[in-house]
């Protein structure tokens, strides 16, 4: 009898022992944690003043540009710009053209539609000191875009693409330059122009 109590006591202890030692374990770590969360609050808080410089619902700069006709026409029109894959796209409506007509559509060089034939705005943007043409087939000025092509409301729906210009002020910038809207079609070979005729309408384009 005196043997066996003697056993188990010795067997219960050794349990009581280990036990206590596992708090006392976690109790050494905790003070690194709080450090860590007040870093990254701090990190966070920081790109925030500057999320309002960009559009507020793509993330990235956008541009509009409203298109008034040139002494003697009545084109019109609304243009929006953003950053896509290998350059700027450009979106829009422009109104008062002739049924099925073809226009030439580029952005010039100055945002300036004071002049009453819209000659104000310049030549072609050409910042790379280029030939004209036509995107994506070789050479071409980085304000040349496609054709566009009224419908016969004398509507154009426009979905075109500029290649070598930015959303920005730069070099390559076209926030503050001009469109134009002319009144024939661009042949994209005749130098520097296209040979698209006069201006039926011109604008400003506006960081948004
Ligand atoms: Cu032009
Ligand atoms: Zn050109």
């Given amino acids: 009898m005196r043997h066996a ?3 188990i006591l010795p067997a219960a202890l050794m349990l009581a ?3 206590p030692q596992t ?3 976690d109790a050494a770590t905790p003070p690194v944690d709080p450090a860590a969360p007040a870093a990254s609050g701090t990190a966070a808080t920081a790109p925030d003043p500057a999320m309002p410089e960009a559009d507020a619902q793509t993330g990235m700069a956008a541009a509009t540009a ?4 040139t002494e003697g026409n009545e084109v019109a029109g609304r243009l929006e710009f953003s950053s896509v894959d290998g350059g700027i796209r450009i979106t829009g ?4 053209l002739e049924a099925g007509s073809e226009h030439g559509f580029h952005v010039h060089e100055t945002g300036d539609c004071s002049a009453p034939d819209g000659t104000s705005a310049g030549g072609h943007f050409n910042p790379a000191t280029t030939a004209h043409g036509r995107v994506g087939q070789g050479e071409h000025h980085a304000g040349d875009s496609d ?4 419908n016969d409301q004398g509507t154009a729906m426009v979905d075109t693409l500029l290649r070598g210009a930015t959303l920005d002020q730069g070099e390559t910038g076209i926030i503050g330059r001009g469109v134009i ?9 005749t130098q520097p122009t296209g040979n698209a005729g006069d201006r039926l309408a011109c604008g400003v384009i506006e960081a948004r």
């Fill in 5 to 7: 109590t003697l056993l």
């Fill in 17 to 19: 022992a280990c036990q």
């Fill in 23 to 25: 708090p006392a374990d």
């Fill in 66 to 69: 409203t298109l008034a006709p």
């Fill in 93 to 96: 409506e422009v109104t008062g």
């Fill in 147 to 150: 054709n566009i092509v009224a």
């Fill in 181 to 189: 809207v002319h009144a024939d079609p661009d042949d994209y070979t």
